[in-house]
């Protein structure tokens, strides 16, 4: 199965093919004209051009290879083409229509049928019951959402198995100004699945982080496997701790499964997960722009107390932890700060003065801290303490991660200066304490918590069941 073709193509065929604005068939040629490869419509019922290119009535018909089918069609007639597109050569599909097997036993059959087809000419399958997928980096839309085109480059990889809630992230991303390495909605997982998507983007060279949303999935194993063999940060969200499985079923064909034992297998692979899609994507920012955490050790250096008791709350709620700082880090804030409000982790300086980031400097120098977080809101006379943080990401090669606040039209420099320098920046004392939460979970995985693949402690079997740690396959 060439999954190459499939998010890589140099020719594609859009089977379904409108001059109608309402058809998905219309919106996917709207969607793919920054597209630099070769593209042919297909309809059997239309003549003539669109968008300067002819209409074809198949993909049989066309004298060119074709690497990837775009098939805009409805659920009755999709195994027909996708069995033409084989014929044809055509190495992968991407299948838009819902109806399969998500839809009871009539839908399961088609979709068996696809299966069937696609794997005896190893084509690789998004779908069905996709919206697809974009490339931004390479200007290849292969969604039929209207807007997605606007998403702009960046690093974080979204692997989705629902279409609306992939686009729902690449839309957060584009208000953010963060942008995509790729945006995927697996769908109802045909033929290419989690395993197949994590692998392919893990190589991608603009991905420097994935984020996986998790509905279900019979290939438990191999999601984990993938997950962990990846080079690449993984964070996955598990949705369905709740009774949702009736509904999740009716949406991609998922059975979402004990969330628990989800969640012990994320662990036990070393895949630390979230609770929102908010997080998901402020985690890939902070995993893939700077460095990596060691260990679970927060060093908290706060301005106002009050924030900073909020913060401590929340990290060490979501198994962060708070180390006691050397002596000579102690004894180096002292000399600092003589008379400092808490001189204790958290550091608490009590308001933003101009040896605020030495104290910073000396939190983050400790060997006991593998995470630092700031909280300072701005005071227009003393302005964030940019010129130390730079020379201190220059020297500590750890993740710090900034929580402030003030008028934005006061102290938006400032921040855009920490953020080129590759400091995220919140604004407000929870979001800053979960990313760092994530990153002390991430730290600790990475220092110990990863289990080797013959560990039987929670190893999931391939058959479904249980075994005798409470670990499912289905997971």
Known sequence: MNVGSLFQPASIAVVGASRAPEKIGHQVLVNLRPFDGTIHPVNPSAEGEIFGREFVASVTEIDDDVDLALVAVPAPVVPDVIEECAAAGVDAAVIYAGGFAEAGPEGEDRQDR?????????????????????????????????????????????IAQSGGVAHSLAFQTLREGRGLSAMV??????????????????????TDAIVLHVEGTDR?????????????????????????????????????GDHELYLAGFEQYGIPTVEST???????????????????????????????????????????RLPELADATSEEIAGILPGITYAENPIDTGRPMPEFGDVVAAVAADDAVDVVLVNELYEDALGLPVDRMRSLVETVEKPIVFATDGPPADFEDDVAALE???????????RAADVVSLLARY???????????????????????ADSTGVNADV
């Open 114 to 158: 696809v299966v069937e087809t696609a794997t005896d000419h190893g084509m690789a399958v998004l779908g069905p019951n996709t919206s697809g997928f974009v490339i931004p980096g390479d200007g290849l839309c292969g969604s039929f959402a209207s807007g997605v085109e606007e998403v702009p480059a960046g690093g974080t990889c979204v």
């Open 443 to 465: 730290g600790a995985l990475a220092d110990g918590g990863r289990q080797e693949p013959n560990d039987e402690r929670q190893e999931p079997s391939d058959d479904g069941t």
């Open 278 to 320: 908010r997080e998901l994507l402020d985690g890939a920012a902070v995993l893939g722009d700077g460095p990596l955490p060691a260990g679970p050790n927060v060093g908290v250096i706060t301005a106002q107390a009050g924030p900073g008791i909020i913060i401590a709350d929340r990290i060490q709620r979501s198994g962060g």
């Open 185 to 206: 909605g697996l769908g109802n997982r045909a033929t290419v699945g989690f395993p197949e998507a994590i692998g392919h983007f893990d190589d991608h060279a603009a």
């Open 220 to 256: 438990g194993r191999e999601l984990l496997e993938a997950s962990r063999a990846a080079d690449t940060p993984v964070i996955a969200y598990k949705v369905g701790e709740s009774d949702v499985g009736a509904f999740a079923e009716s949406h991609t064909g998922a059975l979402t």
């Open 420 to 430: 080129e320098m590759g400091i995220p920046v919140f604004h407000s004392p929870e």
